[in-house]
């Protein structure tokens, strides 16, 4: 019986997931539609001869109906072929293929910093609440929150790249032939991004360890005579994780957005500096391939995360 | 025929008691005093500028900081302050223009989503969920890339990338509103559909937009700082606080203590408009009474 509930999650997951994933889809290839003005002279760039326009214009089929041209660029997309880069002609899906593990390593380095300082912060927040420490924790988190991570960025180079000497100021380590020195070098940008991970996670974890604490069953608990101790380890941090699972899937999405521009002050190798080139130099194909691959790995990530939360919960896969 | 707004949710009292309660909070009104200032700095800018924002001197490139240049000048010899005083300007009108089109886009659909339910609901909620998918800053830059590049397109990219999660709330807070008793009153009164929109749900959902409006300022700025600093913002030779970090950190090495002051400025603002919303909230969302 169990088991029938739970797979009946999934599939019922699964199925919400189709038509968000149509409608990003088309977000993703509008973005080449609101381009003022015809989207082939944009594209065939500012010396182009009427040729060439027309070359364009049948390459990416703007002479069609928009749900043809649409379909056309989905049923590519899906069998891995994202057109190519206009600048320097490369296959976007090899732009893709070399950048992201690179930016999906200072992201996933970021969120276990912000899990391994944050969560340990928002518990002693929760539980000394109303205190000297409780107050400092919301302090830094305030500060994490609204800290522009560049500048934290920015900071962090001055003193431990360029003064200390202990990083390297840019660059990337090969992922597959020296992990550890993709470590290495991750770390300072995973820092940076990881602020305000640290923030959002000691933040929500102390809340919700509020609010389970001052629960019923909580009560309950101290009135049979549990020590506070068992009362946190066994029955708060229990009752919390579907939150913190919802929180970090949350956080996944912003440091994906945040890498973006932390990429910039390392001159690091991945998505941020990508799109940004791409956006400046109006090579649409690329924009379209980094916008629409992440948005696939967030709302797969998502599922992910929804479907964990309904197996350890079961209460949310009753919603 | 007309109904009163009900005071059902409480603590709607006049602006003046309001005012006076909530200023006795040390950190609004510590927020309030430096967003008012800043605000005046801007407008003021003109008079108060030691310098014209853009006027180059070579002969005083990389200044350190002295009487005449306060915070020194940049590597085009501009003065440094001057151009703190007008970037805020430019911050503050990013600002507030993103978080515009977000609500005006956002809290319409919001409300629609949640007062008429059925397939509206799904479709807009779909939406929502859709556009809540792509990391911000991204589609943002998209989006910018798309427009063509600079300030106005920027922020209204980043008002459109903010607009579901003010459709998002404003769905949630009518769903609340909806059901209560006095809705279903003016509605066997025979209300319209606008009517009790504008009249009854909107008045009554809106203090945690407020709310969330003020928050969103917070997320504007840092995304109008991030975008400038990536030279998808304010273009040059207008003065931002991003943009002056991006040139701050090119000459890194030779005037290391330029990258402080337009970061300062961002975190300072970033923190205010973050205070406000959150003292506000503690006086306007009836889910944080007794909190």
């Known amino acids: 019986m169990k088991r029938i509930a739970k797979s009946s999650i999934a599939v019922r997951r699964l199925a919400q997931v189709v038509p968000v994933m149509v409608l990003a889809t088309l977000v993703v290839f509008g973005l080449m539609h609101i381009v003022p003005g015809d989207p082939a002279v944009v594209l065939a760039g500012d010396q182009a001869t009427g040729e060439r326009i027309e070359e364009i214009r049948q390459l990416y089929g703007f002479d069609q109906p928009f749900l043809i041209q649409y379909w056309n660029w989905l049923s590519d997309a899906m069998r891995g072929d994202l057109s190519q880069s206009l600048l320097s002609s490369e296959s976007v899906s090899v732009l893709i293929a070399q950048n992201f593990p690179n930016t999906l390593l200072v992201v996933v380095y970021a969120m276990v910093i912000s899990l391994v300082i944050g969560v340990p912060l928002g518990i002693a927040a929760a539980i000394r609440a109303g205190s000297a420490a409780d107050a400092a924790v919301g302090a830094l988190s305030s500060v994490g929150v609204a800290m522009p991570n560049f500048w934290l960025g920015m900071i962090l180079v001055s003193f431990f790249a360029l003064s200390l000497g202990w990083f390297p100021a840019t660059g990337a380590g090969s992922i597959t032939e020296d992990f550890p020195e993709a470590i290495w070098r991750g770390t300072l940008p995973a820092v940076a991004l990881a602020a305000g991970g640290i923030a959002e996670i000691s933040r929500q974890v102390r809340s919700a360890l509020l609010e389970v604490l001052s629960s019923q069953f909580v009560r309950t608990l101290r009135a049979k005579g549990l020590s506070s101790r068992t009362i946190l380890w066994k029955h708060g941090l229990k009752n919390i994780s579907v939150t913190l699972l919802t929180v970090t899937g949350l956080l996944f999405n912003r440091l994906l957005g945040g890498t973006v521009v932390v990429e910039a002050i390392f001159a690091y190798p991945g998505m941020g500096n990508l799109i940004v080139r791409a956006a400046i130099n109006k090579d649409f194909p690329v924009v379209q391939g980094v916008v629409l691959s992440m948005v696939v790995v967030v709302v797969l990530t998502n599922l992910i995360i929804d479907i964990l939360c309904g197996l350890i919960d079961p209460r949310v896969s009753q919603k | ?291």
């Open chain 2, 1 to 291: 025929m007309s109904l009163s707004v009900p005071q059902v949710r409480g603590q709607q009292k006049s602006l003046p008691a309001f005012l006076s309660r909530f200023l006795k909070d040390p950190k609004a009104l510590i927020a309030t005093t430096y967003l008012l200032l800043l605000i005046l700095l801007s407008v003021l800018a003109p008079w108060i500028a030691p310098y014209s924002p853009t006027d180059q001197n070579f002969a005083e490139a990389l200044a350190e900081p002295s009487t005449a240049h306060l915070f020194g000048t940049d590597d085009l010899g501009r003065d440094v302050l001057s151009r703190l005083i007008y970037g805020a300007g430019y911050s503050l009108y990013a600002s507030f223009l993103a978080v515009s089109i977000a609500t005006l886009i956002g809290a319409p659909l919001g409300l629609l989503a949640g007062f008429l339910g059925s397939w509206v609901d799904t479709v807009i909620s779909r939406i929502i969920d859709t556009l809540l998918s792509f990391p911000g800053i991204v589609l943002a830059i998209g989006v910018t890339g798309a427009l063509g590049i600079g300030l106005t397109h920027g922020m209204v990219a980043v008002g459109l990338v903010f607009s579901p999660i003010m459709a998002r709330l404003a769905r949630a807070q009518t769903l609340v509103v909806k059901n209560e008793l006095y809705v279903d009153a003016a509605r066997s009164f025979g209300a319209s559909t606008w009517r009790l929109l504008y009249r009854h749900i909107l008045p009554n959902a809106v203090q945690p937009l407020i709310v969330q409006i003020t928050l969103l300022l917070a997320m504007a700025l840092l995304a109008e700082a991030s975008l400038s600093f990536l030279g998808l913002g304010v273009q040059p030779p207008d003065p931002s606080w991003g943009g002056m970090l991006a040139r701050a950190y090119i000459y890194m090495d030779l005037v290391p203590a330029q990258m402080y002051a337009p970061g300062i400025a961002i975190l300072l603002t970033a923190l205010a408009f973050n205070a406000l919303g959150e003292s506000l909230r503690v006086y306007l969302d009836p889910t944080m009474k007794g909190l």
